[in-house]
């Protein structure tokens, strides 16, 4: 039968804690000769509901060789993802402030074709972290499979119906996004699945439909 315990942020009340980890120890006879026993440990990690390890050792020594271990590791995790979190800030805050009304960011996305879309810059937050885009035209360059797309930010478009793909319209008519980069690339997110990134002013960009390719 499983055991059932009263539950506390994930854990069993009872657990043991260090930094994100709690676990409870156990013990049980694995055979008719002395000393034959199993040394249980169950481990959960945050606010999880179900222990992500349940392991059995042979001595309780060697059960608490891996445990140490396994506090080492995550708490070397956290300490990571707080130093990645806070270099992602930094460059954030980077950018804040270099991105001007008249500039626009270029989505390329599909799953089985390609498709482009750009965006226009009307308007930045007085703190410079936050832009406010409407769609633009795009002109063709090239012909048949050679056609390359090129930001029009003179034509600047309204969103179909007041609404978007890439988030909520507002009264201006305009869809709210944070700027963010990566490295020396400056970026929005625009979905779950795709990204704008900055146009340089030069690039051209292919799109499966321009070019006369049909999707497959």
């Given at each position: 039968?499983?055991?059932?315990?009263?539950?506390?942020?994930?854990?069993?009340?009872?657990?043991?804690?260090?930094?994100?980890?709690?676990?409870?120890?156990?013990?049980?006879?694995?055979?008719?000769?002395?000393?034959?026993?199993?040394?249980?440990?169950?481990?959960?990690?945050?606010?999880?509901?179900?222990?992500?390890?349940?392991?059995?050792?042979?001595?309780?020594?060697?059960r608490?060789?891996?445990?140490?271990?396994?506090?080492?590791?995550?708490?070397?995790?956290?300490?990571?993802?707080k130093?990645?979190?806070?270099?992602?800030?930094?460059?954030?805050?980077?950018?804040?402030?270099?991105v001007?009304?008249?500039?626009?960011?270029?989505?390329?996305?599909?799953?089985?074709?390609?498709?482009?879309?750009?965006?226009?810059?009307?308007?930045?937050?007085?703190?410079?972290?936050?832009?406010?885009?409407?769609?633009?035209?795009?002109?063709?360059?090239?012909?048949?499979?050679?056609?390359?797309?090129?930001?029009?930010?003179?034509?600047?478009?309204?969103?179909?119906?007041?609404?978007?793909?890439?988030?909520?319209?507002?009264?201006?008519?305009?869809?709210?996004?944070?700027?963010?980069?990566?490295?020396?690339?400056?970026?929005?997110?625009?979905?779950?699945y795709?990204?704008?990134?900055?146009?340089?002013?030069?690039?051209?960009?292919?799109?499966?439909l321009?070019?006369?390719?049909?999707?497959?």
């Open positions: 039968m499983t055991a059932k315990y009263k539950l506390y942020n994930g854990a069993p009340d009872h657990a043991e804690r260090s930094g994100r980890l709690a676990w409870i120890f156990e013990r049980k006879d694995a055979g008719t000769l002395p000393g034959d026993e199993r040394h249980i440990i169950k481990v959960w990690r945050g606010k999880q509901s179900a222990p992500y390890a349940n392991y059995w050792f042979p001595t309780a020594e060697k608490q060789q891996w445990l140490d271990h396994e506090i080492a590791k995550d708490a070397a995790n956290v300490a990571a993802k130093a990645r979190q806070a270099q992602q800030r930094a460059e954030n805050d980077a950018v804040a402030g270099t001007k009304p008249g500039d626009v960011f270029v989505e390329s996305w599909g799953y089985d074709q390609t498709n482009v879309d750009a965006y226009v810059v009307i308007r930045v937050s007085d703190s410079g972290k936050t832009v406010y885009l409407k769609p633009c035209g795009l002109k063709a360059e090239g012909e048949g499979f050679s056609t390359r797309m090129r930001p029009n930010p003179d034509q600047v478009l309204e969103y179909t119906f007041g609404s978007s793909r890439i988030g909520k319209v507002l009264k201006d008519g305009t869809v709210r996004k944070a700027l963010q980069a990566f490295g020396d690339t400056t970026f929005v997110n625009l979905t779950t795709s990204s704008g990134f900055l146009w340089d002013g030069t690039r051209t960009y292919y799109d499966t321009a070019a006369g390719q049909p999707g497959h």
